[in-house]
């Protein structure tokens, strides 16, 4: 049965499909989009909005083409008068009690009532001279503003939360034209995942109030990012103005997060936009840290390293690279090395309605990364390491003070940071590095996957990617060394990944062969 | 005496013999009047005896769609390792309807007969009568009735001894005139918010709690104890005109006549019979001006189409209308048209559910049009505005709410548009002033 297909016709193009499939679906495939409101590929469909009507041959009425499957030869016009006249019309009726308040409205420039009434709709409204319904902006909950004058119930905010989040705390309430989106007096739109409503809303009737009036849709740079929140590896995207970070997103991947994240995920984007980055390279000269350049940082790093006989320890920070760890560990080579990455715990929070989907208790993006690259001692063991080590690593992590006085009384410290770190009043050697925003690079997540993120925001000062500051000084230890020049090489001279490229993950990842770890 | 009005000749009593008389309610009064003679019988058929009975009588869905009862019956599966369910639509809301409720009131065990029965067809052991919030009185004698159903061993694990099991659960509705319509029904018969389903799946396949389902009409279950006991030939043959159409119908009759109320004919019968002779015809000096012949969502005919018309479900369409749930609005020469087609409109703004754009916003502005032009304020424009949004409110929902609102301004328009530009030359006193 399902591997059944059908073939049908599209806007005149033929495309053939598995049995089942929906129109709206198959017109994807042909390169057909049919507007619609209520439809979303990750929720059940109501058929309500009346958007997505189109004219198949032989039917007695105009179909809703998201909850009309195909049949074989069936003939479906998209573009058909009738059906255009349809969707004006739904789009008129719309719009009838719609403020137009597009100037002031967050959504603008990425609404799809906006996008829809330009390609479709009518120049002018017949509902003159009629008050519009007006209600005043709800809170709804711990991000989320509601305003219902810009709502057009398509309920996609209802079915998230009643059919996926499994709180349903938000109905339809009241009937014909007075119909609202309404919350039980006595709870919060508060879910952990319940920020994805905003998305979702294809309007700006639900807004995040993080994001509210930050930033115009049109002057956000748009970059496909992973979430470094914790071991899922939730697709994202990162918008930027002018540089700074102002909002993370779902990037849509139907193997990991289909279109959601979680709100903690959303909200932790604030340390990407931090003013006190390490920005110079620090080297130790007496009882005090001097800026150096580049090269003296890393002929100083290297040098380290040749003269310290003895064990090495390198303590990584949840959010480095494939590359990152990778040019470390081949950095350190040769000394007896215990890696170990910190890895802070919260609590779990799954998303129900969607299989294998949760905020995890492993906040660190690249722990199963770390494993594949050997840096897989724990992280108590490694921190016991510390007093005995001629040298130990630091790659961005966050310390707490214990931490920091232990790694104070290390022999010799090299601290891979983002932020420099005052505590570690004994460090020889501050490297600067960019964070994750900043870069590109591999994240594996729990199930294997290597996924790349790609960099969103400039480097500050002299920062550098932390797998280039490891593959200079590995290139320094010795002669004849070339270290990789882009991200791309790096990752691709990792052993772990049995030769995988960045082209062959794609922007959507793939799962790591087992075969590859059992090499390692 | 009898119930309000004595039986005309040219009614045919057969669901309305008993109306009014007090003691047909009781559970002995019923089977002293020959009730659960029927169930008796149809407990010693097969289900398939049942329904095939069912098809020959040619019975139709009474509710309003006119579908083939039987057919629907035999759409169910027959397979039972799900539960079935059948459902009564008691939720007679559709303004100018008020049939089912003189059968509640009146016979109450006439429709637990029937239930059972198509129960039995359709292989469920348990029906949800769903009826509607404001009927207090058929609420409390069904209940009634129920109990003393149970008591005489008509409803439960043995119904009569033949070991068969049937239950029935009556629901109180909450006043919404959309839950009438089958799938919303089973939606607030879940606790859901009563909003209409997208069809397929068919109830017949994934109905009440997801498992097959048939819903059929308090009308069309009472009819079906009459016809097992006196054969389907019998019921097939009561027809004055078409044998598509057979077998009595209760229309209600309300408006501007000498005898409003509810009457049972057989099918065919001449609709100007009907108003004229059952119903005493208009006011003294009064004339016909249009009827609604089937609740308010169908269109509006006019008195020359009245003229010629058979009270059947082909005859009326033959004329431009429908038999709908035969809730019958007479209206006669006082009556303001466009006023009263603003009252339907503004009935199904309020009713519309909101689910789909088309109903929820245009029954809306349909309603405001009409204001406006009532108000003596309209343009020359909003006729064919009003066209417009009707075309586009027809055929293009889920459920037929915002179709039903169309079609009382689509025949208005084209059949009575001297009413409505009276008030767009200002020749029609605003009648919107003084509302």
Known sequence: ????????????????????????EAAKQAGVLVPHYCYHPSLPSPAVCRMCLVQVEKAPKLMPACVTAVTEGQVVHVHSPDAKTAREAVLEFLLINHPLDCPICDQAGECELQDFVFQEGRAGTRYADYPKRYAPVEDFGADILYVPNRCILCTRCVRFMGNVAGDPVIEVYDRGDRAYIGIDQDERLDHPWSGNVVDLCPVGSLLSKDFLHKARAWDLDKTASICPGCTQGCNMTIDTRDDAVVRLRPRPNLEVNRHFICDTGRADYRWMNRGDRAEAPLVRDGDRLRAVDWDAALDRCATLLNESAGPVVVLAGGRASCETLGGVMQLVAGAQVTAAMKVPMGAEEA??????????????????????????????????AVSGAAMVIVIDVELDDAEATALAGASHLAHFATIADPRLRTVDLVLPVTTMAEEQGVYVNRDRRAQRYLPARPAPGMARPAWWVAGQGWARRAPGRSAPATASEAFGALAAFGGMTYRELGMTGRVVPAAASVAR | MGYPHPIHPKETPVLSTHFGEADARTFDGWVKRGGYAALRKALEMTPEQIVDEVKASGLRGRGGAGFPTGMKWSFMPKDTSRPHYLCCNADESEPGTFKDREIMRWTPHALIEGCIIGGLAIRAETTYIYIRGEFTEPYHVMVKAVAEAYAAGALGANVFGSGKRHDVVIHRGAGAYICGEETALMNSLEGRRGNPRIKPPFPAVAGLFGAPTTINNVETLAAVPHILVRGAAWYAGLTLSSPKSTGTKLISVCGHVQRPGVYEITLGLPMKELIYDLCGGMLPGRTLKAVIPGGSSVPIMTPAEVEECATDYEGIVAKGSMLGSGGMIVMDDTTDLVYQIMRLAKFY?????????????????TTRILERLLAGEGKASDLDLLLELSEQMTGKTICVLSDSCAAPVVSGIHKFRADFEAYLTGAAVPAMAEV
Not at chain 1, 354 to 382: C, K
Not at chain 2, 354 to 363: D, K, L, S, V, Y
């Open chain 1, 1 to 24: 049965m399902a591997d059944e297909t059908v073939t049908v016709t599209i806007d005149d193009v033929q495309v053939t499909v598995p049995k089942g499939t929906m129109i709206i």
């Open chain 1, 351 to 384: 998303l129900s309605g969607i299989p294998d989907l949760a905020l995890r208790a492993e906040r660190a993006a690249n722990l199963e990364g770390a494993r594949l690259l050997g840096v897989n001692a724990s992280w108590a063991s490694a921190m016991a």
């Open chain 2, 349 to 365: 703004a309020h009713e519309s559910c909101a689910q789909c754009t088309n109903c929820r916003e245009g029954t809306a502005w």
